[in-house]
């Protein structure tokens, strides 16, 4: 049932790829459910849903309680087992780390300085361009170093998920999940500002070398890089190499004509 309960011989409560997963599962009390949920992939939605429908908020004018209370509805190792329903949402790999530039990068959020105290701050964030961090994630250890880009595959608390949602189909979770096991999902990128749906998408030109400030200039004027905007053929070749697992993944469990290359 578990992922990774039987990979090593130690205590489960030092197994870390284990409790990895488990940090990152959410109960939803009300149908017995546990949520797996992984940055980047629309998880401020379904962690703010999920509070929701635990009674802890009203609504999303208190959506800021989710991001102090990731640890809030974790399971214990009972209730994960004994689950009746599973469901993660996958995301192709290629958006994934393209929204992850675009967002946190761009912002230059915590989670960025940490990425450059990790390269000994040689890097100066505004000259930073899409092509530097992909290339920089080949470097141990640096893909698994932050849960924004580290892969998908290990955030799975279990072998086998009753529903695996793709991100590019999110509709279909919300429908699913209200059918299933009556959860509202209550959308939170008005809260979180995360996505790129408000901009104009540029696809004319190769940006994979347009440094962070550059693209925070344009997204100030109500544009923005489309994800394949951000790659060129060898970026497609390192994050097919770099992110193999998480492709396969999403190809097995999702549509592959959804990745960005398929």
Request: aromatic share 12%; proline share 3%.
């Amino acid at each position: 049932m578990f992922n990774f309960s039987s990979q090593n011989f130690v205590s489960l409560n030092h197994n870390g790829q284990h409790q990895f997963g488990m940090n990152y599962a959410m109960q939803v009390f009300n149908s017995n459910a546990i949520y797996s949920f992984i940055p980047k992939n629309g998880c401020s939605t379904l962690r703010l849903s999920v509070a929701i429908a635990n009674g802890t908020i009203d609504g999303i004018e208190q959506g800021n309680w989710i991001h102090q209370n990731n640890q809030t509805f974790k399971p214990t190792l009972k209730e994960a087992a004994t689950a009746h329903y599973k469901f993660v949402v996958l995301r192709c790999p290629f958006r994934r780390l393209a929204s992850v530039f675009l967002d946190k990068f761009v912002a230059k959020e915590p989670d960025v300085w940490q990425y450059r105290d990790l390269l000994k701050r040689e890097v100066n964030l505004d000259d930073l361009t899409f092509e530097q961090f992909v290339k920089s994630l080949a470097v141990p250890p640096m893909k698994g170093a932050n849960i924004h880009w580290k892969p998908q595959s290990l955030f799975l608390l279990y072998k086998e998920y009753d529903d695996y949602f793709a991100l590019e189909h999110f509709e279909k979770a919300i429908t699913t999940l209200k059918d299933k096991i009556d959860l509202d999902v209550v959308d939170a990128r008005s809260l979180t500002g995360h996505g790129t749906d408000k901009f104009e998408m540029l696809n004319n030109s190769d940006y994979s070398k347009t440094s962070a400030f550059d693209i925070a200039v344009l997204k100030r004027a109500g544009k923005c890089p489309s994800h394949k905007a951000l790659y060129n053929d060898e970026l497609t070749q390192l994050v097919k190499k770099l992110y193999a697992e998480d492709i396969s993944l999403y190809t097995k469990r999702c549509n592959q004509s959804d990745l960005l290359f398929p």
